[in-house]
Each structure stands twice: as C-alpha cells, then as structure tokens.
C-alpha cells in the first residue's frame, strides 16, 4: 500500500497549525500586556508562513463582516479562524494530490496549453509575486508586530512560496518554448 499525501498533507498541516496558534496564544498573553502596540508570536507566524495561500480565504472571510453586527462565528469560533483552517485544508490536499499526481505517472508529462498557461500560470505567478513583495516587506521592517525573529521567518517562508509559485509557470512556459522549437 502506498503513502497517500493527499490524505495525510491536510491532516499533518491541520494538526500542526491547531499546535502553533495554541501555543502561540499561549506564549502571547504574557507579552500582549507589556507592549502598547501589536504583538504576534513566532510561532503565530511561523504558522502564516506555512500555510500563506490559506490566508487568502481568511481574508476573503471579512467580506462577510459587518459594523452593526457582531463578528460572524461557527460554532464559537470566529469566521476568520475557521475559513483559514478550510483553507489550510483545501491548500495540502491541492499540494498532496500533485505530489501523488506525479509520484505515480512515471511518462512524460504533457506540455500545458496557452490557455492553461494564461487561466491557471498567470494566477499563480502573481500569487507569487504577492509573496516575494510580502517577503520583501518583512525583511525590510523586521521590527514590525515586535518580533524580529518572528518576522524573518515569515519573510524566509513567504519568500520560499513565492519561489515556488513563479517557478511552476516558469518551468511550463520553458517546457513549452523548448517542445515548439
């Protein structure tokens, strides 16, 4: 029987964010109290690194929030909360298909088409771009939510998706000139 990423991805990655926002609740309540300004813990951050592309949906969430109601919740937790768990979810079980996907076909792949390339690498390269300015961002104000170390990481894991998010579409846009020629 062979190891399915597309099951144990989600699962891993939904285990290990529920572990860094508890602990970094927990490590924060001290240090909220001393600073009159935002404080994120690293491991808070750390977990927005990981999971970077699930943020999207979290932030998509506050379309949903209105100023004369209180914050919509799911079950006592909060919209934000449970759309980022949703998305960390959708974003491994996306990430563990493909690596399944490519684990087992074993021939060549087929060259993407223009239109593949323009509705699904055009997105993804400017996720990608997104992340590198994000990245940059943080590198350049490390200081920013109190936590340089926090913030660095953050920076090195944003940096590391935006690499990857320009490379799948680089990769095929290569493959594609190299097969037409």
Avoid at 55 to 77: C, N
Avoid at 131 to 146: A, C, D, I
Avoid at 163 to 170: E, H, K, R, S, T
Wanted: a positive charge; glycine letters at 8%.
């Amino acid at each position: 029987m062979r190891l399915r990423f597309t099951f144990l991805l989600p699962l891993a990655q939904l285990l290990l964010a529920l572990f860094l926002l508890r602990l970094g609740a927990h490590l924060s309540t001290g240090i909220q109290r001393r600073y009159d300004t935002l404080y994120v813990s690293t491991p808070q951050l750390v977990c927005a690194g990981i999971n970077a592309p699930a943020r999207l949906l979290e932030g998509m969430s506050y379309f949903f929030y209105r100023v004369d109601h209180a914050p919509p919740t799911i079950f006592g937790f909060g919209l934000d909360f449970v759309s980022f768990l949703i998305g960390i979810v959708a974003l491994w079980l996306l990430v563990g298909w493909a690596v399944d996907k490519r684990r087992s076909s074993s021939e060549l792949r087929p060259v993407w088409s223009a239109a593949k390339l323009f509705f699904v690498g055009v997105p993804l390269a400017l996720l990608g771009a997104l992340f590198l300015y994000s990245s940059v961002q943080g590198f350049m104000t490390p200081w920013r939510f109190n936590n340089q170390t926090g913030n660095i990481l953050l920076g090195v894991l944003l940096l590391l998706w935006s690499l990857v998010l320009l490379g799948i579409p680089a990769i095929h846009i290569f493959r594609r000139l190299s097969v037409s020629s």
